[in-house]
Each structure stands twice: as C-alpha cells, then as structure tokens.
C-alpha cells in the first residue's frame, strides 16, 4: 500500500515471554528477591521454604524466564485425612513486571495438576485476607469459592478475618469439600 493509506495507530503487539515451568531449587532461595520483595507478598524463613522442597517438591514450582530469572512461583503441599485430604496453596506470587500475563493461573493449574495426579486430593484451598478485592476475584476465575470465614486469621499490628476458598477436583465427584459453612470458625478451630 501506499505510505499514505497506511494505518498508523496501530498498536505495537508484544510477543508472549517465554516461560518454563520446573520445580523449585535451593538456589532459588539467593536469587528470588526480585519477587519476593513486594509488599503484595508474603516472606517466609529459610526453613520454612526447606521443608517444603524436602516434603512436597512437586508442588513447589518456578516460572523462569529465558534469561534465568524467577518470574514467580507456587508453594503448596498436601494435608488432611480422609475426605479432607488436600492439596494447599501456602502462597502464590508472581514479579511486578510479569503480572497480569496469565502466570499465576499457570502456576494454580502446576498446583493443581500436582493435587490431581501425585496426591490424589479432594480438593485445594487457600487462605486469603478478606480485604483483598483483587486476589478474590482472581481466585473465583480460578474456579475457587469461598468455603468459609477464618476470624482474625491474620494477626499483627492490623488483625484481619481470612477467607478460606476451596476448588473441588475430580475425587470429589459431588463437590461436597465446597459446600460454604454458614457461620465463622477462629483461627484454633480449623483442622489443619
């Protein structure tokens, strides 16, 4: 065409990154600050990142990026007995710069599969801060619904109540792990 009856509002469309999925390493530990320092998520001690690869490594796993750096992660592992055996996600983060590409919900469906296939679950839950309008919605996408109210759950300078939201998987053919209690439980109430 003519230079003239060109578009020239077109928008500029970037390419998807590139991302590969692996479980998560200790050397992960020395260079996830990129994600982890973000007010947006939760910091743990080095222990408590050790057990997890020691005890649940499937469900421990890395977004990188092709230049190596960590995009972001989920950490979860498997609890409970009987019909309430299921897989938990303890945090889900994902690097400023990468949001709102679909990573998080890559990781959650890693977590999941991992639920499925490795633990054979009923279910997965999450805890989060009730005033999270945004992490909430997410989460219903997900498929998830809120399963209950934990009182103040999360404790410190501003105590705040929790939601607990589940997603029934495939072994819980009449989603019975999902059904919403009618009342409140305190942090000492839950079973896990």
Same mark, same amino acid.
């Given at each position: 065409?003519?230079?003239?009856?060109?578009?020239?509002?077109?928008?500029?469309?970037?390419?998807?990154?590139?991302?590969?999925?692996?479980?998560?390493?200790?050397?992960?530990?020395?260079?996830?600050?990129?994600?982890?320092?973000?007010?947006?998520?939760?910091?743990?001690?080095?222990?408590?990142?050790?057990?997890?690869?020691?005890?649940?490594?499937?469900?421990?796993?890395?977004?990188?990026?092709?230049? #190596?750096?960590?995009?972001?992660?989920?950490?979860?592992?498997?609890? #409970?007995?009987?019909?309430?055996?299921?897989?938990?996600?303890?945090?889900?983060?994902?690097?400023?710069?990468?949001?709102?590409?679909?990573?998080?919900?890559?990781?959650?469906?890693?977590?999941?599969?991992?639920?499925?296939?490795?633990?054979?679950?009923?279910?997965?839950?999450?805890?989060?801060?009730?005033?999270?309008?945004?992490?909430i919605g997410m989460y219903e996408r997900f498929?998830?619904?809120?399963?209950?109210?934990?009182?103040?759950?999360?404790? #410190?300078?501003?105590?705040?109540?929790?939601?607990?939201?589940?997603?029934?998987?495939?072994?819980?053919?009449?989603?019975?792990?999902?059904?919403?209690?009618?009342?409140?439980?305190?942090?000492?109430?839950?079973?896990w």
């Open positions: 065409k003519p230079e003239a009856e060109q578009n020239t509002t077109s928008k500029v469309i970037q390419p998807p990154v590139m991302t590969t999925l692996r479980r998560f390493v200790m050397d992960d530990l020395l260079t996830f600050n990129n994600v982890n320092l973000d007010v947006l998520t939760e910091t743990y001690n080095m222990p408590f990142y050790l057990q997890y690869m020691s005890q649940w490594p499937e469900a421990f796993t890395a977004a990188e990026s092709p230049d #190596g750096s960590i995009m972001g992660y989920v950490l979860g592992k498997a609890e #409970g007995l009987g019909k309430l055996w299921h897989g938990h996600v303890s945090a889900v983060t994902v690097s400023p710069p990468y949001r709102r590409l679909g990573l998080a919900r890559t990781l959650m469906d890693d977590l999941e599969s991992a639920s499925i296939e490795v633990y054979d679950a009923y279910f997965v839950d999450l805890f989060v801060r009730a005033s999270n309008k945004l992490a498929g998830y619904s809120t399963y209950r109210r934990v009182l103040g759950y999360y404790s #410190g300078e501003d105590p705040e109540d929790a939601f607990d939201m589940r997603k029934a998987l495939p072994r819980d053919k009449h989603k019975e792990s999902v059904v919403p209690l009618d009342h409140p439980v305190r942090p000492e109430d839950l079973e």
